[in-house]
């Protein structure tokens, strides 16, 4: 256990069965773990998790692949070893190993869809699940437009076959990341993101075995995860705690037509709402997000 860069936090490293997650955890009370996206990691989450300490034990991992957790090599024919199953057992294992017998789940992005797989794979441990940003992988694909395609370009690229994306990116790692960063940004601007958050960002941009991990985590979307949502919707199989979704007026899911009822077809009891912001609403419009899931999360 040592001293976490996100303020009251201490860092664990906690094995979830042959890879190593750094975690982050601060509070007490009930479990409510915080689930990072790409091209993040646990610092995007530096406005948000502090505030809740006051409630809950916050559990705020970095996905297998990202910021200091490990990042095996994706060597696997149908890209499990980066899919959602994969990383929502993993975070089982970080519940075991704290003594948790369930935790409310927050994603966003990447960390969503660990989320809702978390939620259909293991019920029994979900409490309540918050989702920012996304619609299920399987209903984002059939949504497509050439002009969510263009916005979405990292979807199909990083998901082509290893090695292509992974040299690309590998040429000018830094200039990627704040490409990415900064286009999905309503302002366009790197200057939303804290000094702190950004350098962790380019930092962990800098190692192969990370971007290689990013690509593996986009092919397992566009192949694993996809067949998985699309066998769980044939089978009628639906989300049963409480869901509550935020969605950036600027940002992805506003693009699908109508992203709320997209979930609708996929839990139960579902509340929706939307916030003015691009696609980084943790760092962009914060009080959005504190707003929307502050009194959901305490409403038990």
């Known amino acids: 256990m040592t001293q976490s860069d996100l303020p009251g936090f201490t ?16 509070g007490t009370g009930p479990a409510l773990m915080f689930l990072h996206g790409y091209p993040q990691n646990h610092m995007c989450w530096l406005n948000i998790a502090p505030q809740f ?88 694909w059939k949504s497509w437009t050439a002009e969510l395609a263009l916005k979405a370009y990292h979807w199909t690229f990083l998901a082509q076959p290893h090695p292509l994306p992974e040299r690309m990116i590998d040429a000018d790692p ?33 190692d192969p075995a990370r971007i290689h991990a990013m690509c593996a985590d ?4 566009a192949t694993f995860d996809r067949a998985l949502d699309e066998a769980d919707r044939a089978a009628g199989r639906k989300i049963s705690t409480p869901l509550k979704f935020l969605w950036a007026e600027g940002g992805f899911p506003g693009q699908t037509g109508d992203p709320a009822r997209l979930w609708d077809n996929w839990a139960d009891d579902v509340s929706a709402q939307s916030c003015v912001s691009g696609h980084f609403v943790m760092e962009e419009n914060p009080d959005a997000v504190l707003d929307c899931f502050g009194a959901f999360f305490r409403s038990d």
């Open 11 to 26: 860092r664990h490293h906690i094995d979830v069965g042959g890879v190593t997650l750094s975690v982050h955890v601060a």
């Open 53 to 140: 300490t006051d409630a809950f034990t916050c559990i705020v991992p970095d996905l297998r692949g990202y910021g200091d957790s490990d990042a095996p090599h994706d060597d696997s024919t149908d890209h499990a070893t980066y899919s959602k199953r994969q990383m929502a057992q993993d975070l089982v294992g970080v519940l075991d190993h704290l003594g948790y017998a369930q935790a409310h789940v927050l994603g966003h992005d990447r960390g969503g869809r660990v989320a809702y797989r978390f939620a259909l794979d293991h019920p029994d441990r979900l409490a309540r699940l918050g989702i920012i940003e996304i619609v299920p992988t399987g209903d984002f």
């Open 174 to 206: 830094v200039a990627y990341m704040g490409h990415t960063l900064a286009s999905w940004v309503n302002a366009k601007s790197l200057d939303i993101f804290p000094p702190a958050a950004l350098e962790s960002y380019r930092r962990q941009a800098k």
């Open 218 to 221: 986009y092919r397992a979307g």
